[in-house]
């Protein structure tokens, strides 16, 4: 008997790795093969149009950066893998304006959870960037947008580059 549990656990454990599936290695592995994504921005507060912001400018100026990338861009589309984009801003006397914004990147898979026995349709986070910005009304809806503009460029470039 001596030796058994060890061959009987190298036996199981080979049988586990071959029966799981091979994982993608390389960074970004999961950004590989997008080409379209969808664009979601959240509704503004009248306080966010207060300080300088409006939705318009943030759909428009991310559209094109992702379009400009080259993936084409489904805009108020959550339906497979989508740029969520929001912003949550409040005023205080005398013209300060505070805004916490969110840039995600999202996508939907099925997957078996633990407590589960069939799969189910999650939500996925990929990418996630965040930031809070604090300022006077007259200059900060552009330094949350210019904020938000350097996320959005980041994401459109890891995907480029997995898609290399």
């Known amino acids: 008997m001596n030796g058994t549990p060890a061959r009987v656990f190298a036996a199981l454990a080979l049988s586990v790795l071959a029966a799981s599936s ?6 970004d592995a999961e950004l590989k093969g997008i080409t379209a994504v969808g664009l979601v921005v959240e509704d503004l507060s009248a306080q ?20 400009d990338s080259g993936l084409k861009v489904l805009r108020n589309s959550d339906e497979d893998t989508y740029v969520y984009l929001n912003v949550i801003t409040t005023s205080a006397p005398g ?70």
């Open 22 to 27: 091979v994982v993608a290695q390389r960074p």
């Open 48 to 67: 966010a149009a207060a300080c300088g912001l409006t939705r318009e400018t943030i759909e428009t100026t991310s559209a094109r950066i992702l379009t």
């Open 95 to 164: 013209g300060l304006c505070v805004s916490r914004y969110d840039a995600f990147l999202y996508t939907h898979t099925t997957a078996r959870l633990s407590y589960q026995t069939s799969p189910v349709l999650v939500q996925v986070s990929l990418l996630h960037e965040a930031g809070l910005s604090g300022g006077s009304a007259p200059g900060h809806g552009e330094n949350v947008v210019k904020n938000l503009k350097a996320y959005v460029e980041q994401f459109a470039s890891r995907i480029r580059k997995a898609n290399q």
